[in-house]
């Protein structure tokens, strides 16, 4: 593939001296050459030459070779791993280009509608050069808009807009389609049909921040559902936590919080069932009993707010544990929102029973070519193989990275955590360095916030509670003396450019308040600072009280000085724990075979 790259290092100088007329005739060449031998190597070396110099004269930046690289890797279907700040955005012209003249559908996923709208006008003057038609589906657009943007070449949208698109086809086309059905009423040309879906199948997908779409996302199924009573849900919530009143932990019930599950014991059942002769209707079934009161127990003593979930305008919001962002339009199911909703005092929604639901591993394996980019793929390549058959392929910077680790400050407490910090950032801000500090909830950033308050160093906070603010705060974290408190970065998408004259001082420093479950993200996060060569430098400031270590158990000896092992024990329970939600997600989702494949492909 080396020697690829260079092939189109050699096609650069005769390009740059063709005229404008020239290179648009060249692309229709190729184009048409495309269409009639596919992704031919000699052409794709020639069309991705054509596209870094057409890129060069629309948009004013150059594909650099470590780019061209990662290209060619994304045509055989790969995940490129390529480092926070090496231009994944311009990267993914070339494979998308590739595909599209090759006459294959192209779908861009981002993890958001912002990402997929800035990213599509950010190339759509290279592809209009090229002769490429190109969309943005966003949420809101009426059927009639989304199918006349699905049949252009390139189409941007966010996973969730295409996934639960895909499924509102699937149900158009019957509960259960079959490939040889859908043939069938085209044969038969069923106008109805092709009113009601919006897609053109599943060809070829350019997946942005892989590692979150395709294994973070994975955790939850796409459901799409009708409606129940909501005075009824309510009714039932406020019985099911009538019926575990005075339930004890560890006698009738032991909480598995690595799992994020309660496990009833066999006296929490006989509890439930006596506790159930006196409810009487629906608590007389054990399946139900049982379910809605371990929903229950979740609800109260699993999921927190200001970590787990928001409360706004009198709602429950989710809160996405690996971007920071609420997610306005989910809801947890089996009840267990409207608990949560009973527990806050807020008004009780009605309850969304599936009318069809898929995993995203089932839905992106049935894309006939499917591949992505990210800066954290390593720690999950197994699964990407053993999941979507996805190989991971590591590219190099284009200039080396100047970061330095300065290592992890374990504390005793979280008070004595927030001092350490404040400490630490009153030092580095006298010098005029901007500092990024990293927090795991929007809990933890506001009490962070007030920390820095309280010590009178000015800042901007970055959380799920001021996500509209997102693009203006992370453009000027890196301007002289800046705070940003800040929870998990990954998918934010938006550049931290630092003033030149701070990188002789170090440039940006990033301190990790707590690590997560995940350590792709606080790589993510290490990686917001020294980027394209930059210097830049990250640190961990923790405790001893930190969530995460949670999941160990309490007989474990607490120590400061066993602090490191004890962070990478819990966090690689936690990985562990995701990794079988993960995997039993799939097993069960493929159990229910509630859909059918319409494209072609093959799982």
């Known amino acids: 593939m080396g020697g690829l790259v260079g092939d189109v290092a050699a096609l650069e100088p005769e390009l740059k001296q063709a005229s404008d007329a020239y290179l648009a005739r060249r692309a229709r060449e190729v184009r048409a050459a495309m269409r009639r031998d596919g992704l031919d190597d000699r052409l794709v070396v020639g069309l991705f030459a054509l596209v870094r110099e057409i890129s060069r004269r629309t948009v004013g930046l150059r594909h650099h070779d470590v780019q061209v690289l990662a290209g060619l890797s994304m045509i055989g279907g790969a995940v490129v791993e390529m480092d926070t700040g090496e231009g994944k955005t311009l990267t993914v012209a070339l ?9 294959m559908p192209v779908h861009v996923v981002t993890v958001n509608d912002y990402l997929a709208a800035r990213d599509h006008g950010a190339l759509s003057p290279v592809f209009d050069f090229l002769g490429l038609s190109t969309g943005v589906v966003t949420n809101g657009l009426s ?33 259960r389609p079959n490939f040889l059905r859908t043939r069938l009423r085209e044969f038969a040309r069923d106008a109805s049909v092709g009113q009601r879906v919006v897609m053109r199948g599943l060809h070829f997908a350019i997946v942005d921040e892989a590692d979150s779409v395709l294994v973070d996302e994975a955790r939850t199924p796409l459901i799409i559902s009708k ?3 909501a005075g009824e849900e309510r009714e039932w919530a406020q019985q099911a936590f009538r019926l575990i009143e005075d339930m004890e932990p560890d006698l009738h019930y032991r909480m598995r919080p690595e799992e994020r599950r309660i496990e009833l014991t066999d006296a929490g059942r006989t509890y439930l069932e006596h506790r159930a002769e006196a409810m009487g209707d629906i ?5 139900r009993r049982e379910e809605g009161g371990r929903q229950a127990l979740s609800a109260l ?3 927190r707010k200001g970590e787990h979930y928001l409360v706004q305008d009198g709602k429950v919001q989710i809160v996405d544990e690996y971007t920071g962002r609420i997610m306005p339009d989910r809801s947890w199911s089996d009840g267990l929102h409207q608990l949560i909703e ?12 599936p009318m069809a639901r898929m995993t995203y591993q089932r839905f992106f394996r049935r894309y ?20 979507y058959r996805l190989g991971v392929v590591r590219i190099p910077p ?14 005793a407490s979280q008070d004595e955590k927030w001092r350490c910090i404040v400490e630490r950032v009153r030092t580095l801000h006298s010098s005029g360095r901007p500092v990024l500090i990293g927090t795991r909830s929007v809990l933890a950033s506001n009490q962070l916030s007030r920390s820095l308050m309280e010590a009178g160093l000015e800042h901007e906070v970055l959380n799920a509670e001021n996500v509209a603010r997102e693009a203006g705060i992370i453009a000027e974290a890196g301007r002289r003396g800046r705070i940003t408190v800040a929870t998990n970065m990954a998918g934010r998408g938006v550049d931290i450019a630092v003033d030149p004259d701070l990188l002789d001082h170090g440039g940006l420093h990033v301190i990790l308040s707590e690590l997560h479950d995940a350590g792709r993200i606080d790589r993510q996060m290490q990686g917001r600072t020294a980027r394209r060569g930059e210097p830049g430098t990250t640190e961990a400031v923790l405790s001893m009280e930190d969530p995460l270590l949670e999941l160990l158990s309490a007989r474990l000896p607490r120590p400061p000085h066993f602090g490191r092992m004890l962070f990478h024990l819990a966090q690689r329970r936690a990985e562990r724990a995701h990794r079988r939600d993960r995997k039993n997600l799939l097993a069960q989702d493929g159990r229910l075979g509630v859909l059918l494949a319409f494209s072609g492909g093959k799982e």
């Open 95 to 103: 494979p998308a280009a590739a595909a599209a003249f090759a006459g």
């Open 143 to 175: 059927p009639a808009e989304k199918a006349a943007i699905y049949s252009r070449d390139i189409v941007y949208a966010s996973n969730k807009d295409i996934a639960f698109d895909y499924l509102r086809d699937r149900i158009a086309l019957g509960i």
């Open 227 to 229: 409606e129940t009573d």
């Open 283 to 287: 608590w007389l079934n054990r399946i």
């Open 301 to 303: 003593h699993l999921f």
């Open 342 to 353: 009973f527990k806050e005092a807020c008004e009780t929604t009605s309850r969304k029973l």
């Open 368 to 387: 006939l070519t499917l591949c992505g980019m990210t800066g954290t793929a390593r720690e999950v390549s197994n699964e990407l193989w053993s999941v």
């Open 398 to 411: 284009n200039v080396p990275s100047k970061r330095r680790d300065l290592g992890v400050t374990i504390c």
